[in-house]
Every structure is written in structure tokens, then in C-alpha cells.
């Protein structure tokens, strides 16, 4: 049966728009439709790893607000500041920045097309938006926690769901200085989960989570209110406005495919179930699905069982054991916190495995030893 394209991509956010790009540039046929308008706001913190730089095949600098040479780990008043490296993005640029990478390759995108219905019928897939009814042979759900693609292929909901709230705020040039080049998480602000305050070039982004707690409903804006309280750089700080969303945790060996549709980044419930780290996920998994999606195109079959495989392999089993030590982490967070700020050890091996140099097994065995030595040493 003929299709008017090989793959339609829904949501252009950062898994979105890498699938694309991969197809695209595979030489596929690809319909890229997007929801919003580009740029599009996205509550996040826009805090990008090492990862996120080595992951991608083109330069993001023109999108970077800030540098991040340190991070300041806290638990209330007690901080430790040790060495990292990141980048602070907003959203809205560098997942506009992606969308024209994927463009330019050759998709075509459409945005301000919220996608209404999908439908998998006579051989193809349907998905039917504001600019009316198309088919295609592949889709590819990247339409975040609360997509469309999931339902109407049949996933079940979500199982790990956490939320988080952030407040874009005007700061006092001061306290633009204290923060510039410094991410700053906080263990010690709410329960199973941490507050933050990442810079910006003119503003701060700051934001709280009730991240790792299942099914936990924190008052997130009563939370916010009180941390901005309690920090003193943010006493003048003024909000600009406040945003909500959900965050559907990954580690769990799941299904991420059905014939002819596969799901990436938020989608499928991929986030960081220690960090909350999501977009280089998003990214990976939009990476993966375009190279299964065009190898099942290749073979003329619908099969994508590979991209399930991939993912479970790639970032599940992986994420079984940051799911471990959020485990421990969060149940005594100031216990942890105290233990890291003391063992250099196990600061390297944290940062390590933020910047993708080392896996969660490979940090619990670095923190082990370390707390082993300092033990012996005592
Ligand atoms: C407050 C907060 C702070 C965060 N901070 C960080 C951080 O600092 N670093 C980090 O790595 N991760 C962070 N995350 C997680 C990160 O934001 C997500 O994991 C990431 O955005 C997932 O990318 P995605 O492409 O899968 O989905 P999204 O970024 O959600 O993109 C989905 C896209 O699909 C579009 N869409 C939705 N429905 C439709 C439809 N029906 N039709 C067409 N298009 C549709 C949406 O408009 C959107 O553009 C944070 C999350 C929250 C909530």
C-alpha cells in the first residue's frame, strides 16, 4: 500500500526531533508534527550532562545560557561545592535548535499541529491534525508524558510518576554572580526529591520535584514557596511565572513497541529514577528508534522488537540500580547527604556517572570501596 510518508514523528522536543534527524538523514520520508508553536516554553530545568554534548553530531553553544564548571550539593544550610560540567539551556531555543537540525536533513516539520487521533489501520498508521489526515508506515510517539501515541497504541499508563514545578525568577544582579556558573540541587527542601536552582543569562530557573516517591502529592507550589523562603540569594528574587509537569521515571524492563509504532523519551517513561535527568534520554532513545525504525524499513518488515531490547539494555538496566540507590539515598537524605560531602570518592564517582563516564553499577561498587577505605582508615 502506498503511505504519504515512511514515518510520522509526533512532538518535537528533544526525542522527537533526534528521531528525525536520524531518519532523515537515513534518507527516509519523515513528518515531523509538533503541538505548539516553535520556540515552545518547557517547564525544565535545562541542565544538560556531558552526555547530552557526546550524544549529539552538532554544536548546541549558540543555545547555552550558562557554563556549569561546579555543582553545590546541599542539604539546607550545609553545601558542599565540588567540580562538574554541564550546561544550562532554556528549552525553548535549544528544542527549536533540534527541530532545524531535524528540518534541515530533510523531515518536514509542522508545528502548531496538535495530533488528535492515531489510528493503525489497512497496513498503515493514521494520525490525523489541524492540517488534516496522514499516513504513514512507521510512527514514533515523542509526545511527552501525556501523549497520544501511548494510548492509541495500546501501552499501559505509566507506572513510576513523579512531578516537579519550576519558577522562572528575575534575580538581583547579585545573585545571578553567587549562582553563574554553579548548578545548585538541595536534598534537604522536601522529601524524596530536591529542590534546585540552575542559572540562566539574565534570570534564574528554580524549581523543587517530589521525584522518587511513588504516587507521593506534595503541595509542589507550597514546597516552592517555602524553599525560596528559606534561601537567602532568592529573597529578591522576583517570579516571572511558575510551571508544572509530570515525570514518568524509568528502570523498569517494559515494552516500548508495537508493530509499526515505538515510543521514546518521556513517551516511554525514560528519566533518570535517581537524577530526574530526562533529556539525554529523550535524545538516546529518539536515536535508537530511528536507527530500529530504519532498519525495520530496510528489511521491508514492521518488527521493532530490537528497539525494545535496546532501550531495556541500554538505559533500564542500568537504571534498575539508580533506582537501588534512590532507594537508600532518599530514605535517609541527610545521611547521604553528609556521606558525600565528606569522601572525595564518592563526589568523583557521582560526578562520573553524571557525565556518562561511568554506569550506576560501576558507581555503587566506587562508592563501596571508598566508604570501605575511609572505614579502615578511621
Ligand atoms: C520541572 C522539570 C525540570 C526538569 N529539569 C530537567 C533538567 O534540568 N535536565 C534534564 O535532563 N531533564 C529535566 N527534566 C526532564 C525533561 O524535561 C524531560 O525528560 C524531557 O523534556 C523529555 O523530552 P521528550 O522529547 O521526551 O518530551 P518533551 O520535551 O515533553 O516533548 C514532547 C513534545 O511533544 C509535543 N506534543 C505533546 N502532545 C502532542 C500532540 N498531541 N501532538 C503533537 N505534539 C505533541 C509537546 O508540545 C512537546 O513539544 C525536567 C522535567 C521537569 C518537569
Redesign the pocket.
Known sequence: MNSDWDVIV?????????AAYGLAKAGLRVLL????K?P?Y????????AK?RAALDFDFSPTIEDTIHQASVAFGPERTRIGATAW?VM?DKF?ALLAARAASAGAELRDA????RVSFENGSVQVE?RSGAERAKFVIG????????RRAAGFPAHQRMA????AEMDAPTAALDEWHGALHLDFGAIAWGYA?I?PKAEHL?V?I?DLFRIGGRADLRAALQRYVASEPSLHDAKTRFT??????LGGEFATYHVPRAVL?????G???PF?????????R??QIAAEEVGRAFARGDFDLVEYTRRINREINSDFRYAWALTQVFYRMPHLAYRIFARSAGTQSAVTDVAEGGLTYLQMLGRVAQSLVRSLVKR
Not at 499541529?113 to 488528535?116: L, T
Not at 512531578?163 to 519550576?166: D, V
Not at 510551571?243 to 514518568?248: A, D, L, Y
Not at 537524577?275 to 535524545?283: M, R, V
Open positions: 509526533v512532538g518535537a522536543g528533544p526525542g522527537g526531533s533526534s508534527l509538533e503541538k505548539e516553535i515552545r518547557k517547564a525544565c530545568g535545562g541542565g544538560l550532562t547530552v544550562c528549552r528544542d499541529q496538535p495530533v488528535s491534525s515523542a509526545d511527552g508524558v501525556n501523549g497520544i501515541v512531578a516537579a514545578l519550576e534546585w540552575f530557573s524549581g520535584g510551571r508544572g509537569h509530570r515525570v514518568p521514546v523519551g518521556d513517551a516511554a525514560l528519566v533518570d537524577t530526574a535527568e530526562g533529556i539525554y534520554y529523550a535524545i532513545s529518539g
